[in-house]
């Protein structure tokens, strides 16, 4: 067992020295690389997690990623498309999850940008204007 956490350390701290990474997600990502790599050394498939257990959706939306709940991958924005290759819809998997209806499942930053870059186009100041030229 030994060989096998110190190999996944080593792949860890590589992954930690090109992202952040909170404490957590460093510890899972040792523990599921150590027993990957203990299944493969016995030719032997990795166990996996029950549905749902790999990470809490609270802690899910960071600020420059979005984990998926179902897989564990991290990403800017979850698609539709990744989103049915686990069977969901973007309002199942945010009904699953406790989100809001409305919440955009993206990282908090792009968000950030989205919302500022809408606040310059100020279309709802377009529409008034646009209303009122046709009267």
């Given at each position: 067992?030994?060989?096998?956490?110190k190999?996944?350390?080593?792949?860890?701290?590589?992954?930690?020295?090109?992202?952040?990474?909170?404490?957590?997600?460093?510890?899972?990502?040792?523990?599921?690389?150590?027993?990957g790599?203990?299944?493969?050394?016995?030719?032997?498939?990795?166990l996996?997690?029950?549905?749902?257990?790999?990470?809490?959706?609270?802690?899910?939306?960071?600020?420059?990623?979005?984990?998926?709940?179902?897989?564990?991958?991290?990403f800017?924005?979850?698609?539709?498309?990744?989103?049915?290759?686990?069977?969901?819809?973007p309002?199942?998997?945010?009904?699953?999850?406790?989100?809001k209806?409305?919440?955009?499942?993206?990282?908090?930053?792009?968000?950030?940008?989205r919302?500022?870059?809408?606040?310059?186009?100020?279309?709802?100041?377009?529409?008034?204007?646009a209303?009122?030229?046709?009267?």
């Amino acid at each position: 067992m030994e060989n096998y956490l110190k190999e996944a350390l080593e792949i860890v701290k590589a992954q930690a020295s090109v992202r952040t990474m909170t404490e957590e997600e460093i510890t899972t990502m040792v523990r599921k690389l150590s027993v990957g790599i203990r299944a493969v050394s016995e030719s032997a498939v990795p166990l996996e997690d029950g549905e749902g257990a790999v990470i809490d959706p609270r802690k899910a939306i960071k600020e420059k990623s979005i984990t998926c709940v179902e897989c564990g991958k991290s990403f800017k924005l979850l698609t539709k498309k990744h989103l049915a290759s686990h069977g969901f819809t973007p309002e199942e998997y945010r009904e699953r999850c406790g989100y809001k209806k409305g919440m955009p499942l993206v990282c908090k930053s792009l968000q950030r940008e989205r919302r500022k870059k809408m606040r310059s186009m100020k279309l709802w100041e377009r529409r008034g204007t646009a209303a009122a030229s046709e009267e």
